[in-house]
């Protein structure tokens, strides 16, 4: 069984920044592939980033790339998400999750979720 608790979120301004993390209680998470995801009220649970087990290969939606970055420690069981140039439209409920590829998009494809951290941006 793996738990994951994410935090870090809050309240920001539009153009700032902030680093989520989501520790891991596993003794497998370092062989774990992870993900973040976000939910904005009314929408469906949209793929944000994605990481492999050794941090070697990261994966990005469109319209994130080049402003998150996704990294792990594993030393920590902690992976992390950080944010910048934020904008309204990030605001959403931001989960981490736990899955055995990190190809993959789909939050089906993902077997174990925490219980998510708030991301509001406005002014």
């Known amino acids: 069984q793996v738990q994951l608790v994410e935090s870090g979120g809050g309240l920001v301004q539009p153009g700032g920044s902030l680093r989520l993390s989501c520790a891991a209680s596993a003794r497998t998470f370092s062989s774990d592939a992870m993900g973040w995801f976000r939910q904005a009220p009314g929408k469906e649970r949209e793929f944000i980033a994605s990481?492999?087990?050794?941090?070697?290969?990261?994966y990005y939606a469109a319209s994130v790339n080049g402003r998150f970055t996704i990294s792990r420690d594993n030393a920590k069981n902690t992976v992390y998400l950080q944010m910048t140039s934020l904008k309204p439209e990030d605001t959403a409920v931001y989960y981490c999750?736990?899955?055995?590829?990190?190809?993959?998009?789909?939050?089906?494809?993902?077997?174990?979720w925490g219980r998510g951290t708030q991301v509001t941006v406005s002014s």
């Open positions: 999750a736990a899955g055995r590829s990190a190809q993959s998009t789909r939050a089906a494809q993902y077997g174990y």
């Open positions: 990481i492999d087990w050794s941090g070697g290969s990261t």
